[in-house]
């Protein structure tokens, strides 16, 4: 069974740094394409970064572009997102999603729990 | 950036009835190159993350029931509930992976009448 854990979220001042961590397992993580998609409370989904396999292939949203960094450490069978320079938008539940492909456009077949990330003085 | 909508907003439909959800992309999801619409429709229950049902426009997720389906193709697609179940109480978002940035409709809320 696919199961992806994230971890890492809490509260955080803005302009501070945050990482977020997410757990893969059931699958074979370093054959698939994974995303961050993210969701402010009691709003829609929001689609933040991806990264291929091999991260060959890499993009960002606009709105966090320069701020966060996507990467995957295959042989830790792990996603993670580095969030720099916080923001108050930056506050929402944060999921970390498997795609259905190897590669970066791609849907999300499997979805995390999702780690709360609050961006707050 | 394609920018997805969706209607209605809210729907509220008798069990065992039809329910029809709409969803529009602001410019072409299809890549000619390979005939593929790249529009996913997810199902979020309250307190759940989403869950996969379409992706391809039209293609079943494994598990998912075949009062499941997908439609349409270009700008224009449709989720069809042919028979809502009480389970199925749910937001709906679409979804273009065609370009990025990879974005969502806003969700059709679906209720029992």
């Known amino acids: 069974e696919v199961q992806l854990v994230e971890s890492g979220g809490g509260l955080v001042q803005p302009g501070r740094s945050l990482r977020l961590s997410c757990a893969a397992s059931?699958?074979?993580?370093?054959?698939?394409?994974m995303h961050w998609v993210r969701q402010a409370p009691g709003k829609g989904l929001e689609w933040v970064s991806s990264?291929?396999?091999?991260?060959?292939?890499?993009v960002y949203a606009d709105s966090v572009k320069g701020r966060f960094t996507i990467s995957r450490d295959d042989a830790k069978n792990s996603l993670y997102l580095q969030m720099n320079s916080l923001r108050a938008e930056d506050t929402a539940l944060y999921y970390c999603?498997?795609?259905?492909?190897?590669?970066?456009?791609?849907?999300?077949?499997?979805w995390g729990q999702g780690t709360l990330v609050t961006v707050s003085s | 950036d394609i920018v997805m909508t969706q209607s209605p907003d809210s729907l509220a439909v008798s069990l065992g009835e039809r329910a029809t959800l709409n969803c529009k992309s602001s410019?072409?999801?299809?890549?000619?190159?390979?005939?593929?619409?790249?529009l996913a429709w997810y199902q979020q229950k309250p307190g759940q993350p989403p869950k996969l049902l379409i992706y391809?426009?039209?293609t079943r997720e494994f598990g998912v029931p075949d009062r499941f389906s997908g439609s349409g193709s270009g700008t224009d697609f449709t989720l069809t509930i042919s028979s809502l179940q009480a389970e199925d109480v749910a937001v709906y978002y679409c979804?273009?992976?065609?370009?990025?940035?990879?974005?969502f409709g806003p969700g059709t809320k679906v209720d029992i009448k």
């Open positions: 990264i291929s396999r091999n991260s060959g292939s890499i």
């Open positions: 059931g699958f074979s993580f370093d054959d698939y394409a």
């Open positions: 979804q273009q992976y065609y370009t990025t940035p990879f974005t």
């Open positions: 410019q072409s999801v299809l890549n000619s190159s390979n005939n593929k619409n790249y």
């Open positions: 391809w426009a039209s």
């Open positions: 999603a498997k795609a259905g492909c190897s590669f970066t456009f791609c849907y999300v077949n499997k």
